[in-house]
C-alpha cells in the first residue's frame, strides 16, 4: 500500500547526492522572513520548555495521580516518540509540503498537551504524552528544514542567535516556568500553557509563512520508518536504562544493543534499493561535511544534555546553591551561547566564512569540561561559573554552526530529511550522553560511606561529576579532530553554495536528473 501526492513532477529515484555544488537555500530571502522566523521560534520553543516544565511539576504529579513506578516513562515516553517521528515528519515534508507538515505537527502538539492537562490517570497521561511527542518531533524535524528553505546560506548566521536564544530560554526558563506553575496553578497547566502559545503559533505562521508545495509522486517507505523506529527504541530504552534499571552488560541492555545494531543493518539494506528512501544514505556519502557535522552535534547534544542535568546538581548538593531556582544556576553557561552565537553568525554572514568556528567552538569545549572535571568540594561557586562560560563559549561556537555546515552540504530537496537526522543525532547524543553520565555518576555515589558521612558523601558526588565532565571533554577533543576536516565551502548570499577548491561536483545517478537549482525548483513547485 502507497500514499502519494498527484502531479508528479521530480523524479522517484533516489536523491541525487549532495556535492558542494548542490543547492542549500532559496535564491532569495523573504521580505518577511523575520516575521515568519518568529513564529518557528516560538514552535521550537513551545517543545523545548515543554520537558523541562513537565519534569519541575512530576513531583505535584505523582502526587495526584499516583504510579509512581511509572513516572520515568512520562519523559521517556515523551523522548522516544519524538526521536522516532523526526526522521519520519522530516521526509514528509520534503514530500508533501514542509508548511502543511510543520502546521499539522503544532496542531498534534497543541492536542496532545491538552490531553496531558486532562489526564485522571498515570496510564492516560503517559498515552497522551506519546501524542505530544509525535507532535514534538514534527516541530523539531521542520523548524531547521524551514530555515534552510527560507534564507540562502550566507545570511543565515544573522538568525543565530534566535535559535541559540530559544535553547537558552528553554534550558534557563523551563524550571523557572514550572515551579511557577506548580506553584500558583494547577499542576494541569503546566500542560494547557502550551495552548495559548501553540495557537499563535499555528495561526502565525499560517499566516505568514510561504515556502514551496512540491507535488511528487512517491511510494512512502514503511519499511525504512518500521526498522528506523525499531533501532531508535532499542537505542533510546537501552540508553534509559542501562546503569539504572539494568546493568550495562545485562542481558537486557545487551539485547536491546543487538536488536539497535540489527535494525540498522537492515535498515542501510533498505535504504539502498527503496525508490524513496525515509533516509537518503547520500545525505551522508555525497559530501564528507554532512557527517562531520552530525559528529559536532552529537557532541554538542551530549555537552547540553550532560552539562544541564549535573551541574545544577553539583551546584545544589556540593556548593549549596538553592534549588528553587535551578534554572538560573545555568546562566553563566547560556548567556555566552546567545552571545557568542549572534557574534559568530553575523561574521559568517558578512565574511562566507565559517570553519574556524566548530573548530574553536571544539577546543573551548574541551577545555571548559577538562576544567570542569577538576571540580571537588572547595571549587568555589565563581570558578565555577568561569569553568561554565567556557563551555558556553564552545557551545555558542558548534551547535549553529554544525547545523550550518549540514544545511550547507544537501540539496534542497532534502533538506527536511537532513535536518530531522541532525535534530535525531542531537536527540540521541542526549539521551546516550545522559546514559554514560548517569551509569558513571551512579557507580561514584554508590561507593560513598554509609549515611551520616556527610564530608564523604559529597567528596562522592564531586567525584562522580569530575568523572562525567572528563568523558565530556575526550568526547569533545574528538569533535576537535572531525572538525579540522570540514571542507569550507564559501557561503552564498543567494543561490547554491560555491564548490570547495578542487572539488568536482558529483554526477547524478544513471537514469536520473541532476539536481536542480533553487531557481528550477521555485519554478516547478507551487508556492504554499
Known sequence: MSTSASLPSTPAGPSTPATPSTPAGPSAVPKNVRWVMLGIMLAMLLSML????????????????????????????YTLITAITTPIWGKFGDLFGRKSMYLASIAVFIVGSALCGASRSMGELIAFRVLQGVGAGG???????????????????????????????????????????????????????NLPLGLVALVWLWLTLHVPAPRIKARIDWAGIGLLTLSITAVVLAAT????????????????????????????????????????????????????????????????????????????????????????????????????????????????????????????????????????????????SLYMVLVGIGLGFTMQMAGTIAQNSVSLRDMGAAMSSSNLFRTLGGSLGVAVFGSLFTRAVQSHPPTGAQDAYLTAVANGTSHIFLTGAILCALAFIASLFVIEVPLQKAGPPAPAAGAPASPAPSGQSPAMTSAEVMGRENMG
Open 139 to 193: 516541530i523539531g524535524a521542520g523548524a531547521f528544514a524551514l530555515i534552510g528553505v527560507l534564507v540562502p546560506p550566507r545570511e543565515r548566521g544573522k538568525y543565530q542567535g534566535m535559535t541559540a536564544s530559544v535553547m537558552a530560554i528553554g534550558t534557563i526558563g523551563g524550571p523557572l516556568l514550572g515551579g511557577f506553575v506548580t506553584g500558583h496553578f494547577d499542576w494541569r497547566w503546566a500542560f494547557y500553557v
Open 50 to 77: 515543554d520537558n523541562m516544565v513537565v519534569s519541575t511539576a512530576m513531583p505535584t504529579i505523582v502526587g495526584q495521580l499516583g504510579g509512581l513506578e511509572y513516572i520515568s516513562w512520562v519523559v521517556t515516553a
Open 241 to 384: 536504562w542501562a546503569g539504572s534499571t539494568y546493568a550495562w552488560g545485562s542481558w537486557q541492555v545487551l539485547s536491546l544493543g543487538a536488536v539497535a545494531a540489527a535494525g540498522l543493518a537492515a535498515f542501510v539494506f533498505v535504504e539502498k534499493r527503496v525508490s524513496e528512501p525515509l533516509l537518503p544514505l547520500t545525505v551522508f556519502t555525497g559530501h564528507r561535511n554532512y557527517p562531520l557535522a552530525m559528529a559536532l552535534t552529537l557532541a554538542a547534544g551530549v555537552v547540553m544534555f550532560g552539562a544541564g542535568l549535573y551541574l545544577p546538581l553539583f551546584q545544589q548538593n556540593v556548593q549549596g546553591a538553592s534549588a528553587t531556582h535551578s534554572g538560573l544556576l545555568m546562566l553563566p553557561m547560556m548567556v555566552p551561547v546567545v552571545i557568542v552565537a549572534t557574534i559568530a553568525g553575523k561574521v559568517m554572514s558578512a565574511t562566507g566564512r565559517y570553519k574556524i568556528f566548530p573548530v574553536v567552538g571544539a577546543a573551548f569545549l574541551t577545555a571548559g569540561l577538562g576544567l570542569l572535571a577538576t571540580m571537588d568540594t572547595g571549587t568555589s561557586v565563581v570558578l565555577t
